[in-house]
């Protein structure tokens, strides 16, 4: 079983940064890959960014690739989205999301069925 926190939303003008983390508690094999997916107003989720923990492969979406990373403290066993740049159509409610990491699975992160554990979510606001 798995648990994930998030927290670090907040509202933001846009060009600034926000940084999101996501505390990943329970079975680390079936937590190796982590990823960070949002929903704004009237849109579908949207996968943004993921990581492989063990080899630290991440993957973007083209929305925020050169704005966002996404990183991880092993220690703390908590991954973050460092968000910079913002602009308004980033705004969302943000998601952590992870799963075992199969084989291929960068043809897959960013299908939200794919993930099979969620976060409740943080709102990231830009104005």
């Known amino acids: 079983h798995v648990q994930l926190v998030e927290s670090g939303g907040g509202s933001v003008q846009a060009g600034g940064s926000l940084r999101l983390s996501c505390v990943v508690s329970g079975d680390a094999f079936t937590s190796s890959c982590v990823a960070w997916f949002r929903q704004g107003p009237g849109k579908e989720r949207e996968g943004v960014a993921a990581i492989w923990r063990y080899g630290g492969n991440t993957y973007y979406s083209d929305s925020v690739k050169g704005r966002f990373t996404i990183s991880q403290d092993k220690e703390r066993n908590t991954v973050y989205l460092q968000m910079n740049s913002l602009k308004p159509e980033d705004t969302a409610m943000y998601y952590c999301?992870?799963?075992?990491?199969?084989?291929?699975?960068?043809?897959?992160?960013?299908?939200?069925?794919?993930?099979?554990?969620w976060g409740q979510g943080t709102q990231v606001t830009v104005s």
């Open positions: 999301a992870a799963r075992d990491c199969a084989d291929y699975w960068w043809n897959y992160w960013g299908q939200d069925t794919w993930w099979f554990y």
